[in-house]
């Protein structure tokens, strides 16, 4: 079904007598009203549109229109978020106008409306949103080949002057320099690292320092500064060469999204977002040092791999050998396991260096 999130781009289309099964998305079709009561429409998706009460009538019939809903945020996005769609109207300057972003409105109403809300409207606007931007999000993928999307998994307490921030934004930065495009789960700690590495791809090592010793005034996202030493690190230093993506949840609002990510897939359903993160790494995920998420997200890889749900094994890339052989041991037990065909077709690495890890991902590259 041929998609449209542009009026210019339905408008050129809209050239035939009869229009069967396209969709229309979240767009204001009075714009082109003489155009579209010229035309006959069957079977086609309106999800959102605004529609005059004659185009209403004119599509009624053999059509589906999805309405929206009374809720703080937009049911059908037709693109992913960005730092200033989230943040809109941010000024770090007077940090209390976080309050009014869309960011935190949107999590105070999920708050409000419940977690686990069991109001029927509320559920249903929270899945066609997830909808869309599961739309949006494999939209934006098709700029990318598949094997060469990679996922950093970690920590968000991880602080901004220790030494494992900075290797992160080192691997990052690399593979960006590259042509991957790095993902994460897209807020603070380890994810953060992801972005602010993919952001200075390209830009002098002086810039990269300057900004993170900037940063290092408010080390973990705790720190009232968090927020605005990120984006007084953006003003200084805008205009990324090369795009990253974050995939963050309101389960977790607490942890503001990082604003270096380029692109933002904010999901309600948290699962829905776990699962999609590590099912579009396909060039591979790097677990830096993290809790009980990253071990979770560890599992759910394995078994993505073991039974090669997506049509192969990409490589499951350890960073930090004694964090995954002493602190959490889990690698050796993933390891054996993997020896001993309890578990299949699992490409394992465990490094210190970020060389190392860097190999271990360009490696899987040349076995196309």
């Not at 978020?81 to 000024?91: A, I, Q, V």
């Not at 934006?140 to 996922?151: G, Y």
């Not at 942890?255 to 590590?278: M, Q």
């Not at 960073?319 to 299949?344: F, Q």
């Amino acid at each position: 079904m041929k998609e449209f999130e542009s009026i210019l781009e339905l408008k050129a289309y809209l050239t035939k007598q009869e229009v069967r099964e396209i969709a229309v998305q979240n767009l204001d079709l009075n714009q082109i009203e003489s155009v579209i009561l010229k035309v006959k429409f069957r079977r086609c998706l309106f999800l959102g549109c605004v529609l005059s009460s004659r185009l209403f009538a004119h599509l009624q019939t053999d059509n589906y229109i999805f309405p929206h809903l009374e809720v703080p945020y937009n049911i059908y996005p037709n693109r992913l978020y960005n730092r200033d769609t989230l943040y809109n109207g941010y000024d770090y300057r007077r940090p209390e106008t976080y309050l009014r972003t869309l960011d935190k409105v949107v999590y105070d109403h999920y708050l409000m409306t419940g977690k686990e809300t069991h109001n029927i409207k509320e559920t249903l606007a929270r899945r066609l949103h997830d909808h869309s931007i599961t739309d949006s999000l494999q939209e934006f993928l098709t700029e990318f080949p598949e094997k060469k999307v990679v996922a950093m998994m970690g920590g968000h307490s991880l602080n901004r002057n220790s030494a494992s921030y900075r290797q992160i934004t080192e691997i990052s930065r690399e593979l960006t320099k590259r042509g991957y495009l790095m993902i994460s789960g897209g807020g603070p700690g380890a994810m953060e690292a992801t972005h602010v590495g993919a952001w200075f791809a390209g830009k002098p090592e002086e810039q990269l320092n300057e900004a993170l010793e900037l940063m290092g005034q408010a080390p973990t996202y705790a720190d009232v500064n968090w927020l605005p030493t990120a984006f007084q690190v953006i003003e200084k230093y805008p205009r990324p060469a090369y795009s990253s993506l974050g995939v963050p949840t309101w389960l977790y609002g607490h942890e503001p999204p990082t604003p270096f990510a380029t692109h933002i897939a904010k999901y309600f359903a948290n699962s829905v977002r776990e699962e999609g993160l590590l099912a579009v790494a396909k060039g591979g995920v790097i677990f830096a040092p993290g809790s009980a998420g990253t071990m979770q997200e560890v599992f759910q890889d394995i078994a993505q791999n073991h039974y090669e749900s997506f049509g192969y094994a990409s490589p499951m890339v350890f960073l930090n050998r004694e964090y995954w052989t002493t602190d959490r041991p889990i690698y050796p037990v993933i390891e054996l396991m993997h020896k001993r065909g309890d578990l299949s077709h699992l490409d394992l690495g465990l490094y210190d260096s970020t060389e190392k890890v860097i190999a271990h991902i360009e490696r899987f590259q040349e076995k196309k």
